[in-house]
């Protein structure tokens, strides 16, 4: 009798041992590091299931873990279970473990797009279409859609085109967002960031709406590069605007062109009419002519006091300002016609 129960009693430690070493054995398969010398993108289709995953990451040679293991970890060990669908970033030193805790949290990678300043619309586009993280899924029905109903009344009831409507910045998103989603992030950036920036502004400005700040905003993002110069730049356009003057600015003729534009400005684009052609028309131009970002919207609403009323590239992306037209002048021989 007493025999019997040993012997029970042995088996019994015997299958707590074996189910401990195998327990331990489960565990250290799935903490192992991943088979990773650098980070790796990796896509879970949508419908699949845990140990499909693991599969997938077995044949790309991610993990050893064997199909038994698996099996065991995940019906007994592994928790939740139910993973996401997406693109995730694997990276050297996660393990099996690591891995799922991102595949079932959902915890997805992001990628960038960056939205430069400066740039207009149809660039913009051409640099959302050649993302091959996005879906490309934008046209004029999609842009007129995108600008609607933003809960203001300065933008964009009465605009023909949405140029100018969109805040240059980085926008991060997940794999398979539609690029219409982003350019709707950046109209809502730029809403919210004008209707504030319009909030605190200088006083007595001859801007009448946000609207047309944003506008003065994107012919200071194209007259120059460089950053500290934003301010004073902007501080010249106002006092034209204050004195009535034209802004002749260079830019906004180059825009009204448009395509046709072949690199080299001429007399005779300078002397023809068109909306943009700030050297025949007073006042804005109907439209933004390009992408702004913050700096030069805040540079808009709040700009440097001078007495500047003139302007010349020096041909290093600086600009020489002057206060009198003579001065002005020299200038011009100065850093244009020598070049």
């Known amino acids: 009798m007493k025999r019997g129960v040993i012997f029970l009693l042995f088996l019994v430690v015997l299958t707590g041992v074996g189910a401990a070493s195998g327990v331990m054995y489960v565990s250290d398969r799935v903490t192992h590091e991943l088979t990773l010398e650098s980070e790796m993108l990796f896509t879970i289709e949508n419908g699949s299931n845990a140990y499909r995953t693991v599969k997938q990451l077995r044949k790309l040679e991610v993990t050893d873990v064997s199909p038994f293991v698996a099996k065991v970890w995940l019906k007994f060990f592994a928790g939740s279970t139910s993973v996401k669908s997406g693109t995730y970033m694997l990276r050297p030193g996660q393990s099996l473990v690591d891995a799922f805790t991102l595949f079932t949290q959902g915890d997805e990678h992001f990628f960038a797009v960056s939205l430069v300043e400066g740039l207009t619309l149809a660039q913009w586009l051409v640099v959302l279409e050649q993302n091959s993280d996005l879906v490309f899924d934008v046209d004029e029905e999609k842009l007129s859609q995108i600008t609607q109903d933003n809960g203001v009344d300065w933008c964009c009831e009465g605009v023909s085109h949405t140029e100018g409507m969109y805040l240059a910045d980085t926008y991060f998103f997940t794999q398979g967002t539609t690029a219409s989603e982003v350019l709707k992030r950046a109209h809502r950036a730029l809403v919210d960031f004008v209707s504030r ?36 730049i902007s501080g010249v356009f106002i006092n034209r605007l204050n004195k009535n003057m034209r802004l002749q600015t260079d830019p906004t003729v180059i825009y009204g062109i448009g395509p046709m534009f072949d690199g080299n400005i001429t007399r005779k684009h300078l002397r023809t009419a068109t909306p943009y052609n700030t050297y025949v028309i007073k006042g804005l131009p109907p439209t933004p002519i390009a992408m702004a970002g913050k700096a030069a919207i805040h540079a808009a609403l709040h700009p440097l006091t001078t007495d500047a009323l003139y302007f010349v590239a020096k041909g290093d992306g600086s600009h020489q300002f002057s206060t009198t037209l003579d001065e002005h002048n020299a200038a011009v021989r100065k850093y244009q016609l020598k070049r």
Do not use: H, Q
């Open 197 to 232: 920036e319009w909030e605190r502004r200088d006083v007595d400005l001859p801007l009448a709406t946000p609207y047309e700040a944003l506008i003065l905003a994107s012919i200071i993002e194209k007259e120059t590069a460089v950053p500290d110069e934003r301010d004073m």
